[in-house]
């Protein structure tokens, strides 16, 4: 066999071996078995290969021990045993002659170049220029940025150098396998947009899982586009209007085309194309942006459950609630750092306040004999309950739509739900009941401000809200724990002007309350927290703060 056809079978084999353990694992033994064969006849291909390389005597002690086990497995029927022996055995082997044929340098590549851009001029001739000139005249720069490798499965893969640091673009081991693995994770959709083109991996697996979608591609770097155009036949789905790529070296007018999408989509932010770029602003937003809609997705099936079995127990609204803030000086509790040192001063003014708790803050507050006068509770996971079980309370609690049921089902009191905003079933729920609808901000103090401002509170009095690592720790003591490593953390400032260490999810909260308190609202917040500064927050002393109408 050619060295050419060897590569192509190995390289088919190394995409199929996942596949396979995959569908043994989840029981899906006729698609694995059916995938199995091409693989075996592909297995013998390469053996063939394995025997006659003198150099490599160790392959074909392997090969010795790996194939007999693997169809004994076979006949058996053990699917366990197959996918332990393919991922544990069968690769390893399969990689290193992928890899010896990479390192002899006798392969060729398809360039399907011509064909895509053949298409493509009558969609795009603007995008078809910029590619011959870079075609014809490569950019330096982004030669220097963007390296092309070769993955261990014989795919083109890269990795970008920026800074001094070098991170990759694509897996370095199976980059088709690893863009499988994230399409699946994405809900079905008609419509598709993509932050970032890569080597396009991501793009033709989105292609190939939903054939009748419509996917528009945003890009910065022509270069990328070049390569991929190279790499993978996409002739078909941009003739037939199923791509479309939008190129600009401005990613604020890319930022704009998404502003501009006017049907529903799906939106797929490819992390490390927002590593690669260099405005730290931007880099900035769109990192956040890809934190709340991955976040989102991730609980996607906790939302749909909670809320089902939440609305099953027709709880009431927790608008039923709002005199209890009306007027008052509401202080919100959270698990900030901050906490222990604001405990004297909401036991002395305990009379003038209206304090609501956060669940991870109350087993504190009532060690502490501070009673809150209403919880809230919005984290969708199922460990939530640990917050209030035992607790031999009854006071009223306020539970997202979608946070944890296992809340209710170990709370003694009483419970009413908040309906949110950017949630259908939640919206249409509350359009039904005719009651008002929260904006949550991602966390659960964020959601508390929106309900003290909807409740028209007199004034509302953060207390633990650092949204920070004030003095290195996590949250107060006794529920938190100190930061060690920074990797990862971001630096703003504290409320005294220094620098102060964060996460990406503390800081997306604070933008986000800066963003609410920036609409115009009556109500004055103040922000006794030593943490990050929250523009639109004030600060005094608590005896000022209750003298002050």
Known sequence: MMIKELFAKNMESLLLIPEIVEDFRRQMFFMGTTKMSTLLQNINETAEYILIQKEQPEWQEELVQILPALLHAQENQDYI????????????????????????????????????????????????????????????????????????????????????????????????????????????????????????????????????????????????????????????????????????????????????????????????????????????ALED?????????????????????????????????????????????????????ELDAIRKYRSQLMIFATGHIVRKLIAEQIEPDAIIITDSQPHMYEQIKGLNIKIPLILLSTASASVYENYSGPVYIAYQKGYEPAEEKAEILQVEKFETGGSVT???????????????????????????YSHAEGVGRKIKARDGLRTVKDCNGNEIFTSKNLDIYRKWIEYRLERGETIKVYNTGKGAKIKGTYRDTWENILKKN
Not at 251 to 257: G, P, S, T
Request: charged content about 25%; overall charge negative.
């Open 81 to 284: 045993l197959q996918a332990d022996i393919l991922e544990g055995d069968v690769l390893p082997l399969l990689q290193k002659v992928q890899l010896e044929i990479q390192q002899g340098n006798m392969h060729d590549r398809e360039n399907y170049y011509a064909k895509n851009v053949d298409v493509l001029k009558e969609a795009d001739q603007k995008l078809c220029q910029e590619l011959e000139q870079w075609r014809e005249n490569p950019d330096y720069n982004f030669q220097q940025k963007y390296r092309q490798t070769s993955a261990i499965n014989g795919q083109l893969s890269m990795q970008v150098v920026m800074e001094n640091k070098t991170f990759c673009l694509h897996s370095s081991v199976n980059p088709e396998w690893e863009a499988e693995r994230l399409v699946t994770s994405l809900p079905t959709a008609k419509n598709y947009v993509v932050w970032g083109i890569g080597l396009g991996y991501h793009v033709i697996k989105l292609l190939e899982a939903y054939p009748d979608c419509h996917v528009t591609v945003l890009e910065s770097e022509v270069g990328l586009i070049f390569k991929t155009l190279c790499i993978w036949n996409l002739s078909e789905y941009i003739k037939n209007n199923h791509l479309r790529i939008v190129y600009s070296r401005s990613i604020e007018i890319l930022l704009n085309e998404l502003k501009q999408q006017t049907v529903q989509y799906e939106l797929l932010l490819y992390y490390p194309a927002i590593q690669t770029i260099e405005n730290e602003k931007i880099k900035g």
């Open 446 to 472: 964020t959601t508390a401000l929106d309900v003290a401002i909807r409740f028209d509170a007199a004034k509302i009095i953060l207390v633990g809200v650092d949204l920070a690592y004030t003095n290195g």
């Open 289 to 341: 942006f890809f934190v709340t809609t991955s976040s989102m997705r991730e609980q996607r099936k906790y939302l749909d459950y909670n809320f089902d079995k939440l609305d099953k127990e027709n709880l009431p609204d927790c608008g039923c609630l709002k005199d209890m803030f009306y007027k008052k000086n509401v202080v919100i509790v959270g698990a900030g750092p901050s906490v222990d040192s």
